[in-house]
């Protein structure tokens, strides 16, 4: 036998994504996007319709929201959404029960003095990894108190 690997893209409100990325929680059948009009949005796929539909928008950016990454399902019962914006602001989103579409969307996680280009969670999502216009990745750690801390910077401009 042979295997094919297969790509398929999926396009909502003329945003196109690969759903083996980031940004697209399978389980739930939800992915998030982001772009110039400073909106995160959530799409819903709808089963009975067989399209996905926009559920929610999450306002807090003031400008071009470059990025967006859902952290994984570990087993909590709250959905985390981090996004970053060309206004250099990390925002944590989080929703305790997605079937209500309320997100608590008002915690700026860190303002950068640059644009931030990525986000990346770790594989147990605790752990935010961030890059951006300062060549530099950082890597953000939420304390118990509910404060995110810098664990560790990595400057791109120095050779090692």
């Avoid at 969307?105 to 605790?126: A, E, N, P, Q, Y």
Wanted: aromatic fraction near 10%.
């Amino acid at each position: 036998k042979q295997w094919y690997q297969r790509r398929v893209a999926i396009t909502a409100g003329g945003t196109t994504l690969d759903p083996s990325t980031k940004d697209y929680d399978v389980i739930n059948k939800r992915f998030a996007s982001g772009g110039g009009d400073n909106l995160v949005k959530i799409w819903k796929y709808s089963d009975e319709k067989g399209l996905w539909e926009k559920e929610v928008e999450l306002k807090g950016h003031t400008n071009w929201v470059r990025d967006v990454a859902w952290a994984p399902d570990t087993g909590f019962t709250t959905s985390t959404i981090a996004s970053c914006c060309h206004d250099g602001k990390v925002i944590i989103w989080q929703c305790k029960d997605l079937d209500s579409g309320v997100w608590d969307s008002k915690r700026t996680m860190h303002t950068f003095d640059d644009v931030v280009w990525h986000l990346s969670w770790s594989v147990m999502g605790d752990i935010l990894a961030v890059s951006g216009g300062d060549n530099k990745v950082t890597l953000w750690k939420e304390s118990h108190k509910g404060a995110w801390i810098c664990i560790s910077k990595q400057d791109t401009n120095k050779s090692s």
